[in-house]
């Protein structure tokens, strides 16, 4: 089994978790998110959803075909932007759902902000400074081999996606935190519940984001010239199949906290909500609808 081979088969894996995951939680999109009036939430959803899906449709073409050497580059580089951009889009998701969970703390907006910028400018470098990849006749579009010096510029950018992941995911402890210190040390999940599903789904997607952008990080400083970022196609659709997961858990939770059946926790909390404070969490629910 060739290395070009394994290469196009953990891409096709790849893109197949990307289309299930989609297919599994089509009925929740539409039941959640197509019969609503279109928000930012649902705006960034549709985009981070959809992007990935109708972009890797062109994959499909190229993962075990042998094309023309200039239309496998143009591919190559499609392929390589379409990683670029859907990581962009998860950060963006990341970033509103954290500055929602802040109540839209403008400290905590100039931070993500500066995160974003300073990882873009460092991916940007990356990839404008890396040589081209190395190319021969061997494997045609699947995957080309990849010099060590360009494998390690090429990781730079999904390092750099790691270190955004850690921070977003430490500010949303610290806010779970001082949340529970506000609900005297109990009872957050019924006090503040969307906060709560926020800091479980953030949790959840931060430990299989890392086990995946480890793996992948790894692809480029220990595999073969082939194997080199074979992994960055898996990484990708993770954190997209994740992010949607989280916007849609959210959106969920919002809708039965409107239904008549709320609980007295719930209803008092949003009487009771003034803006700018960590009392409740109806500022959440008011970003996301």
Known sequence: MTDVFVSAS???????????????TLPEEIEYLWKR????????????????????ILLFYFIFMEGHPTLCGILKKYHQALLKASQVVVAIVLAYRLYAIWNCDKRILTIICILVASGAAIAGWSIASSPDADEDSEGGC????????VAVRRAIPW?????????????????????????????????????NVMVRDGTLYFLAITLANAANVGSFYLGSSRMRGSLSTFASSISVSLASRIILNLHKRIERLAMPSLDMNVLRSRIQFHPGTIE???SISHDWR
Request: proline share 5%; glycine share 10%.
């Open 10 to 24: 953990l891409q096709l894996c790849a893109l197949l978790v990307l289309y299930w995951d989609h297919l599994l």
């Open 142 to 149: 699947p995957q080309p081999g990849l010099s060590k010096q």
């Open 159 to 195: 390092e750099c996606m790691f270190v955004y992941d850690l921070i977003v995911f430490l500010l949303t402890v610290v806010k779970s935190y001082q949340g529970m210190n506000k609900s005297g040390g109990v009872g957050m999940k019924s006090q503040m519940p969307l906060l």
């Open 37 to 56: 009036p279109i928000r930012r939430g649902a705006g960034l959803f549709f985009l981070n959803r959809y992007l990935t899906s109708t972009g890797n």
């Open 280 to 282: 409740d969490d109806s």
